[in-house]
């Protein structure tokens, strides 16, 4: 009987996680922004094998006056165009010291089985949450903050602890960068809750940062791409090292229209690479804080420069019928 029990259990049990992980929506693009049942905002993408996988800020209803961020959101695609939203994987209130913070941009990353997602709670620093599955759900790793203002030794504004992007370079070392008005950035230790060693800022000739640092790599270079100015336009630099010396290559992205923010991702998806940003256009009610996430393709020069970015009403559908 005792065995019985206990298969009943772990078949349940079994059942249950299987629940979880179900999809509660499934809806298609068709042309940017991607997503028009929702506003969404501060894009962070994460490739794993076949699948993108976007984790979004999440802007109340249309129309808004202020920020009114409450929790985040995540959806998978396998080819840009066909997508499944999932329940709401993660919110500020999971976060007993942030409460009453503000769910602002984070990144997943994965490691070792576990993602681990940074996220920005305004004034209050950044957390990490940690989830078995890229849907989630996630759970607050530590209980605590992993930054906060007191570690922006260079920055006297409250919402300086913000914006956080994560990298994992082919050494296995994790790095962090964040920041309002000034870049910082750290070593992350193995667990990735942990910061290794001294924070330091990022400074080189020509560097207006504003916000939303973003790091990739391509062709043996490090590109550090970030928001410039108010409103927003998205720059970048490139150097050899991560933690540089980097040197400025110029704008990236111009305005996102009809928002005063602008907030991208990098990454190469099936070969080809591409810009993840947010604007405001959904009619009649998007605008600076109602935003939403559209997808362009991004393309470089033979010398490791990035072309302007050519953002389209078409979006990902029409960057896939190009690059056949």
Not at 172 to 189: M, T, V
Not at 213 to 226: D, Q, T
Request: net charge positive; aromatic share 16%.
């Amino acid at each position: 009987m005792n065995t019985c029990r206990i298969f009943l259990f772990i078949l349940l049990l079994t059942a249950g996680h299987k629940l979880l992980a179900q999809p509660t929506t499934k809806f298609s693009s068709k042309g940017n922004p991607i997503i028009t049942h929702q506003y969404t905002a501060d894009p962070a993408a994460l490739v794993k094998g076949d699948t993108l996988w976007l984790y979004a800020g999440h802007d109340f209803a249309g129309g808004q006056k202020n920020y009114k961020m409450k929790d985040w959101l995540v959806y998978s695609t396998t080819d840009l165009k066909n997508w499944t939203e999932y329940k709401v994987p993660l919110k500020i209130t999971d976060f007993e010291w942030a409460k009453s913070g503000d769910a602002f941009a984070g990144q997943v990353i994965e490691r070792n089985g576990k993602y681990y997602w940074y996220v920005s709670t305004n004034w209050s620093g950044i957390g990490v949450a940690v989830a078995d599955r890229p849907e989630g759900p996630f759970k607050d790793a530590l209980g605590k903050p992993l930054l906060t203002n007191k570690d922006c030794f260079a920055s006297k504004h409250s919402w300086a602890c913000i914006d956080p992007t994560v990298f994992i370079d082919n050494d296995g070392q994790a790095w962090l960068f964040w920041g309002n008005r000034e870049c910082y950035y750290a070593k992350l230790k193995a667990n990735m809750m942990e910061i290794d060693g001294p924070v330091k800022q990022m400074a080189f000739e020509g560097f207006q940062f504003t916000e939303a640092p973003w790091i990739h790599k391509y062709a043996g270079k490090y590109y550090l791409s970030y928001a410039t100015g108010f409103p927003e336009k998205i720059a970048y630099a490139t150097a050899n090292k991560i933690d540089g010396p980097y040197t400025y290559k110029g704008i990236l992205n111009e305005l996102a229209g009809n928002s005063n923010t602008n907030h991208q991702a990098i990454v190469d998806f099936k070969g080809q690479w591409y810009f993840i940003y947010h604007n405001g256009a959904i009619e009649t009610d998007g605008g600076s804080f109602s935003r939403s996430i559209c997808i362009d393709r991004l393309q470089y020069n033979k010398d490791g420069t990035i072309k302007r970015i050519v953002m389209t009403s078409e979006g990902s559908s029409f960057v896939q019928k190009k690059v056949k």
